[in-house]
């Protein structure tokens, strides 16, 4: 399962590494009700009594969906996403990856991470970022791609902020700029950015992956193209790349001790938070817990912390 802050993804891999079934929703701030929505999806599509061997979970709330599912591998998103783009495309030597809120580069040199940056500071160039500006121009986002493909002459949008994009993005509409070109103006905007911000300094070399939800959107890809002069390849499941990584990394790291009843996530969960007093930092600690059971707690910055809060 990949659980990130904008859509909740997961797959169930056989013992070919073949896809037996694989969902994708949004997340709506609640990955605990996310899960359980997602299990019950997956769950739909599985022949009855299939057994569940190994959990994977990546993505911003791995350790949260890890620690309420038993998971084998909590493992963070750069190992998982490369791990996943590996097992479909065993020659990728870039991997470019925008999400709904981040955007992420990894570089494979002979099969293994060699280099990664990602961008959390600003939504600029995200799939927020073209959602929200797809409802201003009253379009759906996948409407964008083709709208943005029928374009010749695309306008020069600033995307380097959210805020000066909207601004530059009125004041072109409002100059006259066909529809059009507005969006192919943003598609290249988007590409421009990642560009020049996570994938600054980098060595881009073919063969070249772009994954993600935006990765769905072909005008984006075409400007990515233009960008970097080459093919870039995408992958139908391209958005379940993370939850496929996932999947290897817990096959990997063993099986369940006992095969996991997707009735789990089920259960009664709570959070609570609860400062450690153990030093100055006060690190705001947050406990898991299923039916009154402390399953895990995090947030500590040291080993001392943490033991205080869990009853």
């Known amino acids: 399962m990949d659980i990130g802050s904008i859509s909740t993804k997961g797959v169930v891999l056989d013992e070919t590494n073949h896809v037996l079934a694989d969902h994708y929703l949004l997340t709506q701030g609640d990955p605990i009700g996310a899960t ?50 590996l097992s479909r495309h065993p020659d990728v030597r870039t991997i470019l990856e925008i999400g709904g ?23 600029a160039g995200t799939g927020a970022f073209l959602s929200a500006q797809a409802g201003r121009l009253g379009l759906t986002v996948e409407e964008m791609g083709p709208v943005a493909l029928t374009s010749t002459t695309p306008a020069r949008i600033a995307a380097r ?5 909207e601004s530059d993005l009125i004041h072109k509409a409002q100059g006259g700029h066909r529809l059009e070109d507005l969006v192919a103006g943003l598609v290249s905007a988007v590409a421009e950015n990642y560009l020049a911000n996570v994938g600054k300094g ?47 990394l817990a096959t990997d790291s063993g099986r369940l001790d006992t095969p996991f009843q997707f009735d789990l996530a089920e259960d009664a969960y709570q959070t609570h938070t609860n400062p450690c007093t153990l030093c100055p930092n006060h690190c705001e600690i947050v406990y898991f817990y299923r039916e009154n059971i402390c399953l895990d707690h995090w947030g500590n910055r040291c080993n001392r912390g943490g033991a205080e809060g869990r009853n």
Request: hydrophobic share 45%; charged share 15%; with cysteine.
């Open 161 to 165: 902020c959210t805020v000066f994009a």
């Open 36 to 85: 359980r929505r997602l299990l019950r999806e997956l769950q739909a599509q599985l022949p009855a009594h299939t057994h569940i061997h190994a959990i994977g979970t990546t993505g911003s709330a791995r350790r949260l969906v890890g620690a309420m599912l038993g998971a084998t591998a909590i493992k963070n998103e750069i190992t998982a996403h490369a791990v996943g783009t």
């Open 101 to 123: 809120q981040d955007s992420k580069i990894i570089l494979i040199r002979g099969g293994i991470v060699a280099d990664y940056a990602m961008n959390t500071l600003c939504a």
């Open 202 to 248: 980098k060595a881009i070399t073919p063969p070249i992956v772009f994954q993600g939800g935006v990765s769905r959107n072909q005008g984006v890809v075409a400007a990515f193209e233009h960008e970097l002069g080459c093919e870039i390849l995408t992958d139908p499941a391209g958005h379940l790349m993370g939850a496929i990584g996932a999947a290897h």
